[in-house]
Every structure is written in structure tokens, then in C-alpha cells.
């Protein structure tokens, strides 16, 4: 037996010795070591809501989120990473259950995209709450490159979140497009209300 293991037995016999004749209170109060009941989703109506394009997939989380389209360049892409690019608008997705986190996502990806934004970051924590991997890391993970708009996405620098949050690279042809959509549309609806343009 070790010296640690004696000194330990000792303090232990001296508080026995000195706890004599105590006796222990009896109380009607419920113990604070209670197991935490799992979140139970919410369920989602038939009909289709925002977000419904993502699908989910039961594959392993890295701790360091690292997705980019082929055709990224490898400066842009660097820079990316290092923050160079800073996040025009945030979404905190921390603490929400995954279904509502899929409808605040997609409805965030598309105000990005009309808002002209390149850079956004989003917050999905680092799921130390879970006994198993981290859910809404996972999801995004997941979720990200099944919209066409997404051109890349990483983890954050230390200093923005760190693997607690991600930063997404957004198309610029996909701004372009949607850009492009509004102002033939505004042409055409001025056009009938007898509008005259040059060629």
C-alpha cells in the first residue's frame, strides 16, 4: 500500500472518530443528482416548411469542420480559413433543437443570398451537452453542402468561435442570378405599364 493510500485512511479514521454520535438530517427535498431527461423534437407538419431540402445522414463528425467546391481558389481559400474574410451576418443556432435549427438555416441562407452577402458564420456549439457527438455540429456538417449556394465552409478561427461555429463562403454567381431574376422581373412588371427602354 502506498504512503497516499495511508495518509487517505488516516484522514478518513479522524473524520469517522470525530463524526460520532452525528446524526445525519433527514430531509423530504429532491436529490440534486437527477438524470436529465433527452430533448424530444418537434414534430413538423406534413406540408412542406423551410429547410425541408436537407436531408440527414448518420456519418462522424470531425472536430474541425472543412468542406470547398471543387474550382475554389487556394488564396481565396486560405483566407477563408484565416478570417481574412469576415462574416457579414451571424446565426446562432445554439441550444435548438434540430428541426427548428433546419428552418432557422434555410431561412438564413436564403436572406443571406438576397441580402448580397458573401461571408456569414454560423453558431452550432460544441454539443458538450451530449453524451455522444455533438447534433447540430453533425447536422451542419450534413446540411451545408446539399445547398448549391455553399461554396465552402469551415470551422471558425480560435478568436470567432472555433469549432463552436462556422464560417460559410457564399456564391457569387448564385448572388448574380437571383440579382438578375429581381431586375428582369421589376423591367418587365415597368414595362407593361407602358415603360420605353433603349437597346
Known amino acids: 500500500m502506498s504512503s497516499k493510500d495511508n495518509h487517505s485512511d488516516r484522514e478518513f479514521d479522524i473524520f469517522r472518530k470525530a463524526m460520532q454520535g452525528v446524526e445525519p438530517l433527514q430531509h423530504d427535498r429532491k436529490s440534486p443528482w437527477h438524470k436529465r431527461k433527452r430533448p424530444v423534437p418537434l414534430e413538423f407538419p406534413d406540408q412542406e416548411q423551410p429547410g425541408d431540402e436537407f436531408a440527414d445522414t448518420s456519418e ?45 438555416l434555410s431561412r438564413f441562407l436564403d436572406q443571406s443570398l438576397k441580402a448580397h452577402r458573401r461571408c456569414v458564420r454560423i453558431i452550432h456549439g460544441k454539443g458538450r451537452g451530449s453524451s455522444r457527438q455533438p447534433v447540430l455540429k453533425q447536422r451542419i456538417n450534413q ?18 468561435g472555433g469549432t463552436g461555429a462556422a464560417y460559410v463562403l457564399l456564391s457569387r454567381k448564385a448572388l448574380g442570378k437571383a440579382v438578375w431574376k429581381l431586375s428582369k422581373i421589376a423591367l418587365s412588371t415597368t414595362a407593361d405599364d407602358g415603360g420605353h427602354y433603349g437597346t
Open 60 to 104: 462522424e463528425t470531425p472536430d474541425f469542420l472543412e468542406f470547398r467546391r471543387p474550382g475554389i481558389q487556394h488564396r481565396l481559400w486560405a483566407d477563408f480559413q484565416r478570417g481574412v474574410l469576415s462574416p457579414e451576418a451571424t446565426l446562432d443556432l445554439h441550444g435548438m433543437r434540430s428541426g427548428d435549427a433546419r428552418t432557422a
Open 143 to 160: 446540411w451545408l453542402p446539399q445547398r448549391k449556394e455553399v461554396l465552402a465552409f469551415c470551422s471558425a478561427p480560435r478568436w470567432d
